[in-house]
């Protein structure tokens, strides 16, 4: 058929890559800070949001409390990184937490594991690529109306961007990650220096009051909105597990330089962060849902503000009141990095999706290297799901938010347990002190942090349920139900498939069927190559769909005096597949020790519309014939005059074709020469 969908792919993927170029695709540190740790890092943007989200629900004295709930959140991120450290120089073969779990706790907490963290990789897609189109959005304010179709493209062109490949998408990811960096750094130092001159910041927000039901809280109820913007703030630590699921893409050592790696994205992070919300808190930001528990509304008007810039788009107006193109390069950074935080998401999903499905939890296919050497089936995937999220829920940050983190807490704390257990058996046999020093200190900082990240996701499941983090507890178990499903057919699968001595013992006959429609050159050939098979028995089978066509047919053939005895199965329904099925079951029931083979004449086309012009009951019948025991099918083809220009075509490679040098005679497709035109 037509070489434009091939010219396309090349075009938009680049060319196809040999295995062995696998090794040119590894990543230096400095490149796999940005491809990893984007998505801890463009948390900045949206957790210290958060945060002043839930305090909001509470009125303006609940802001007070915001120095305290962000001092928690940097405790949980400084313990989470220090876990992970001890995880990424244990196991380095990509598995990450499922590994950790399989390997430590059983294959259940494993799986479970896996659900929860393909969730978040989803859910990590939608809630980056959303906020970025809301922060572009405060730069671009013609754009606010059509966010759901631009948050959907950037998921396309992400798509696209990793298709290519791991190592140009690093390149071109790292780049935009560092200038996010140099901007809120640079925010930070120049807001700080303004305040030491004496400069008097002040957000564009910071003289409206919020309303709302609840503005007087105590007791429980105060308890409970702090746990719930403690929460929200720990969005800050999604992404940190994704460099444990990359550990194969770094250079050697990679355990040692994914460590270092993790190291620098928990300092770096824990700046970011601490730093937006003390200017968020020195500048007196306000940040409602708008609408739902609170709004912002103007004192002097009494007018309800209908639309706030999001958080660190307020910080940057107010460091940079005298300096506007500082504001603008902070809030396009910020809109890049995020849709460049789902390139995480893009890494960690397919690797262990691959891994995954290695163990047989999940369809081969997905363990399969495209041309570009990535796991295109994963990245596809992972961008079909995160679409329609965005799709659903409006490219809604604030509606997205709920269902995330949920899931990867519960891969942190199973994680961290795991790793105690490692560190048990290893120490139950290592003679050395001083490795057993090292391994005690590993042990104390995995069990502080199955201990900490534990809690977390007890308040994170209170306090986020009934907004939504529902959802994400149905969806895990259902997804862990269908994996462990899928692992029980493949199970079934290969213990039907284990040789046995019947399975191998020659048959005691051959019996050859070739259908027949007319006689012409297919149809010759078909009997000529049946016969060269040396069958033990060898008819040809019609089909009487008319009466007077078989007749025809049988004269002819009587006339040619062909060497191979035709029989006429009657059809008075005009049916072709039922007659030709029961007169095969009834060789089969004769001789059940005998297998039949039936040959199929087929002829080549070369257009796809060509296919359309000819009955396909062949292909339905070839279809019905695999599913009998003991029955071969062979396809007999013959090219036709259209498949001409197709010859010595190099085949279309598909995925993991990198593997194997490519081919030419690629045969395109066939249609049935039983057909009745």
């Known amino acids: 058929m037509s070489r434009l969908p091939d010219l396309a792919k090349r075009l938009l993927l680049g060319r196809a890559l040999s295995s062995s170029q696998q090794h040119e695709q590894l990543l230096r540190k400095r490149i796999a800070l940005p491809v990893f740790a984007s998505d801890a890092l463009s948390?900045?943007?949206?957790?210290?949001?958060?945060?002043?989200?839930?305090?909001?629900?509470?009125?303006?004295?609940?802001?007070?409390?915001?120095?305290?709930?962000?001092?928690?959140?940097?405790?949980?991120?400084?313990?989470?990184?220090?876990?992970?450290?001890?995880?990424v120089r244990a196991y380095q073969s990509g598995g990450g937490d499922f590994e950790v779990a399989t390997t430590n706790l059983g294959d259940n907490w494993g799986v479970l594991v896996a659900s929860a963290l393909l969730v978040d990789y989803t859910l990590t897609v939608a809630v980056s690529v959303s906020s970025g189109v809301e922060n572009l959005g405060a730069l671009f304010t013609a754009m606010r109306p059509h966010e759901v179709a631009v948050a959907i493209g950037i998921v396309v062109a992400l798509t696209i961007g990793n298709l290519r490949g791991l190592k140009e998408a690093g390149i071109a990811f790292a780049i935009p990650t560092y200038l996010f960096m140099f901007a809120v750094f640079g925010m930070l130092a120049w807001g700080?220096?303004?305040?030491?001159?004496?400069?008097?910041?002040?957000?564009?927000?910071?003289?409206?009051?919020?309303?709302?039901?609840?503005?007087?809280?105590?007791?429980?109820?105060?308890?409970f909105l702090l746990l719930r913007a403690f929460s929200s703030g720990c969005a800050a630590l999604t992404g940190v597990e994704a460099i444990s699921n990359g550990v194969p893409a770094f250079r050697k050592p990679k355990g040692e330089n994914a460590a270092r790696t993790?190291?620098?994205?928990?300092?770096?992070a824990m700046t970011m962060f601490g730093g937006v919300v003390a200017f968020a808190f020195v500048t007196d930001v306000r940040f409602t849902d708008l609408g739902q528990d609170s709004v912002l509304v103007d004192p002097a008007t009494g007018r309800v503000v209908e639309h706030a810039d999001p958080v660190i788009a307020q910080v940057a107006h107010a460091v940079f009141s005298n300096f506007t193109p500082g504001f603008a390069l902070v809030a396009a950074m910020t809109a890049l990095i995020l849709f460049l935080a789902a390139n995480t998401a893009f890494n960690g999903f397919p690797v262990l999706a691959s891994v995954l499905a290695q163990n047989r939890y999940l369809p081969r296919q997905l363990h399969t290297r495209g041309d570009r050497l990535a796991y295109s089936n994963g990245i596809i995937i992972l961008a079909t799901m995160?679409?329609?999220?965005?799709?659903?829920y409006d490219a809604s940050v604030s509606r997205l938010i709920p269902l995330y983190t949920v899931g990867v807490f519960v891969s942190f704390t199973v994680s961290q347990v795991g790793m105690v257990r490692h560190w048990n058996r290893l120490l139950a046999a290592e003679p050395d002190a001083a490795q057993r020093r090292r391994m005690k200190t590993s042990r104390g900082i995995n069990a502080f942090g199955a201990t900490l990240t534990g809690f977390v996701l007890v308040i994170v499941l209170i306090t986020k349920f009934a907004l939504g983090a529902y959802i994400v507890c149905i969806a895990m178990p259902l997804l862990f139900l269908l994996m462990k499903?899928?692992?029980r057919h493949y199970d079934r699968v290969a213990e039907e498939l284990v040789p046995s001595g019947e399975d191998v013992a020659l048959p005691a006959r051959n019996h050859g069927i070739v259908l027949v429609s007319k006689i012409h050159k297919p149809t010759l050939r078909a009997l000529a190559y049946a016969r060269a098979t040396r069958p033990s028995t060898l008819e040809a089978v019609t089909v009487a769909v008319d009466a007077e066509e078989s007749r025809q047919l049988q004269e002819e053939w009587d006339a040619l005096d062909i060497p191979v005895p035709l029989k006429i199965l009657d059809s008075p329904y005009r049916e072709i597949t039922r007659p030709v099925l029961a007169y095969v079951k009834g060789v089969r029931r004769r001789s059940p020790r005998d297998v039949v083979t039936v040959f199929i004449p087929e002829y080549v086309v070369g257009h796809w519309w060509e296919q359309l012009l000819h009955n396909q009951s062949a292909l339905r019948l070839k279809g019905r014939l695999l599913f009998q025991p003991g029955v071969m099918v062979t396809s007999v083809a013959w090219q036709l005059q259209s498949s001409d220009r197709l010859k010595g075509r190099v085949e279309p490679p598909g995925p993991g074709s990198s593997r194997r040098p490519p081919r030419t005679g690629a045969r395109p497709g066939a249609g049935s020469v039983s057909d009745r035109d």
Request: hydrophobic share 60%; charged share 10%.
């Open 485 to 487: 499903a899928i692992r």
């Open 192 to 223: 700080l220096i303004r305040l030491v001159a004496g400069a008097d910041l002040e957000a564009e927000t910071a003289h409206l009051e919020v309303r709302g039901d609840q503005t007087d809280l105590a007791g429980f109820a105060l308890v």
């Open 386 to 392: 995160a679409g329609l999220l965005v799709y659903a």
């Open 262 to 268: 993790l190291l620098a994205l928990g300092l770096i």
């Open 43 to 87: 948390s900045v943007a949206y957790a210290p949001q958060e945060i002043l989200l839930a305090l909001g629900a509470g009125g303006l004295v609940m802001y007070h409390y915001t120095p305290w709930v962000a001092a928690a959140v940097v405790v949980i991120l400084l313990t989470v990184v220090a876990s992970y450290r001890q995880n």
